[in-house]
């Protein structure tokens, strides 16, 4: 009985440290709203569509613990369309895909992953790249600012190294490497970016630059810039944001108000500007918005944007054409788990 007893114990305690060494997780987020649109001549479009103010998505995250301070982790996130049920993004995890080390000196991911460039546009944006942007009826169409700053890059990197320092009094960085893969030349279709934050108290603010080789048939060479900065004050949060990139440039002006314990009203204007035209080259931006919470994992949302565009700008691609404007209103909900 008390060898029983004693093997009891022993299992127990080694069954304790493993699963304090080892952890899985898994969470998601399903975003649905009721949209409606009108792009500009081509009459208005009504939808159900899913994540409008975040990305639907299944994820699992996990982390070992290796001793010394050292850890592995990893991250699988797949998008979904969760109106019709689709995997987006065009592959099974195709919002992260990731597998790493962190320490004292920081952490490494490989993989899929988010570029710098737009971690750094969201964290600025007080739609944090949602809601006011994309096309009625386009799954996991919200993109907010970022369709502004980052007109054409894809916000996710494939074959990618990612470095991120750990917090030093406020101050971090991070640092990718993408790989290009192909035979001959490291420089076609390979990008690089970097980011630095400050972020103490009430302020936060930052600064990106990425720089992304050709693609056949997709784009030319890009190389975009961003700085970007909010600031706290109690009984709002300011935000605003300058970039430059490979034909245009663009700025943003953001404010969160708290109306109540449970909603905040959200606006912004931004707006860009076509460097391939000397005149009738810009188009701007109006949204607003509001979210309601019912829980800390369950919310409500609406919002209205309107973009007006010169005869030679499109801003953020998301009228139908030159010189179009585009009117776009949402009424959605989104749950965390």
């Known amino acids: 009985m008390k060898k029983s007893l004693i093997a009891l114990a022993v299992l127990s305690a080694v069954a304790g440290v493993a699963q304090a060494q080892s952890s899985v997780t898994m969470y998601g987020v399903l975003d649905m709203a009721i949209q409606g649109e009108n792009r500009g001549g081509t009459g208005n479009k009504y939808a159900l569509d899913s994540g409008i103010q975040s990305g639907s998505r299944l994820g699992f995250k996990g982390t070992e613990d290796l001793g010394s301070g050292l850890k592995a982790n990893f991250n699988l ?29 920081g952490a490494v991911n490989l993989g899929r992953q988010n570029i710098p460039l737009f971690n750094a546009v969201d964290s600025i944006d007080p739609f944090s790249t949602g809601m006011i942007s994309g096309t009625a009826g386009v799954g996991t169409s919200g993109y907010g600012a970022a369709a502004f700053f980052v007109p054409v890059i894809n916000p996710r990197s494939n074959n990618t190294v990612n470095y991120t320092s750990n917090n030093y009094s406020g101050f971090s960085a991070t640092g990718a490497y993408t790989f290009g893969e192909q035979a001959g030349s490291l420089t076609p279709q390979r990008q690089m970016g970097a980011s630095t934050t400050y972020s103490a108290g009430p302020i936060t ?133």
């Open 205 to 337: 603010a930052i600064a990106a630059y990425h720089a992304a080789g050709a693609v056949p048939g997709a784009y030319t060479t890009q190389r975009i810039a961003f700085a970007g900065a909010t600031y706290d004050f109690g009984m709002l949060k300011a935000a605003a944001s300058y970039g430059r990139y490979t034909g245009g440039k663009a700025w943003m002006l953001g404010a969160t108000v708290p109306v109540s314990a449970v909603g905040s009203v959200v606006a912004s204007v931004t707006q860009a500007t076509n460097n391939y035209f000397s005149n009738e080259n810009k188009g701007t931006q109006f949204g607003i918005g509001y979210t309601h919470s019912l829980s800390k994992r369950t919310n409500l949302y609406t919002s209205y944007s309107r973009t007006r565009n010169d005869a030679n700008s499109n801003a953020g691609g998301l009228a139908s054409g030159n010189g179009k404007t585009d009117n776009m209103a949402n009424v959605g909900i989104r749950h965390m788990f």
């Open 77 to 105: 996130e797949m998008g979904i369309n969760a109106d019709t049920g689709a995997s987006a993004q065009g592959a099974t995890f195709g919002r992260n895909a990731t597998v790493g080390l962190s320490g004292d000196f």
